[in-house]
């Protein structure tokens, strides 16, 4: 399937004015519908949030109440960023439950919003290994979508040790997407240690 083929998908680039898909968004689609690890790489502004957010969205099931994505961000900025583009989508998707895990957020809000069962949550490492390991607010247990975006800011040495402790607590089958403008010096390394036969697609110019 193409992203215009998903009628949801089709009437938000309608609303939303855009008169086509980037090449990445067109790329990673099919691939990251289809459950397969992706490590995709392209400039900044050419689309890249919106290449992972649109397949996620697509593969929620509503009707499990367990938090089935999560998108990891390198500061709070990008993650309120992040979630305003989610938040958008969730007019195309009736019931898909959104919830934001950054730095000064409040706990009470967490055990709420946490007993509504999130089917995607968008936050930093640090808050995610906070709220999940060390406070056991949230389950991520039977999570089954990763998202490392930015990795050229994240897979330092620091948030590749948080990253392995979240990634290891989640469901075994775990679908990793990795999302970078350049691709980081220890991306070897990451994939043969996390990712399983991952589809690179790297987009040099968007046309």
Do not use: W
């Not at 089935?68 to 195309?92: D, N, R």
């Not at 055990?111 to 290994?129: M, N, P, S, Y």
């Amino acid at each position: 399937m193409t992203i215009r083929q998903d009628e949801r998908l089709n009437n938000f680039f309608t609303d939303q004015g855009f008169k086509y898909e980037t090449e990445i968004q067109k790329q990673a689609f099919p691939h990251i519908l289809k459950g397969k690890d992706v490590i995709a790489i392209s400039k900044t502004g050419t689309g890249k949030t919106l290449a992972y957010l649109m397949p996620l969205f697509a593969r929620i099931n509503v009707n499990e109440n367990r938090i089935q994505a999560v998108v990891l961000a390198p500061t709070q900025e990008l993650s309120q960023q992040i979630y305003q583009v989610a938040k958008k989508l969730t007019k195309y998707f009736p019931g898909v439950r959104l919830l934001r895990a950054t730095k000064g957020e409040d706990r009470r809000k967490f055990e709420k919003e946490a007993d509504h069962h999130a089917h995607l949550i968008i936050g930093t490492v640090g808050k995610l290994k906070s709220l999940f390991l060390d406070d056991n607010l949230l389950r991520l247990d039977q999570t089954n979508m990763l998202v490392i975006d930015e990795a050229d800011m994240m897979l330092d040495t620091t948030n590749l040790a948080e990253i392995d402790q979240l990634a290891g607590r989640m469901a075994q089958q775990l679908q990793m997407l990795v999302f970078s403008a350049t691709i980081p010096d220890n991306m070897n390394a990451f994939m043969r240690s996390y990712m399983h036969q991952p589809k690179l697609i790297k987009i040099e110019e968007d046309v």
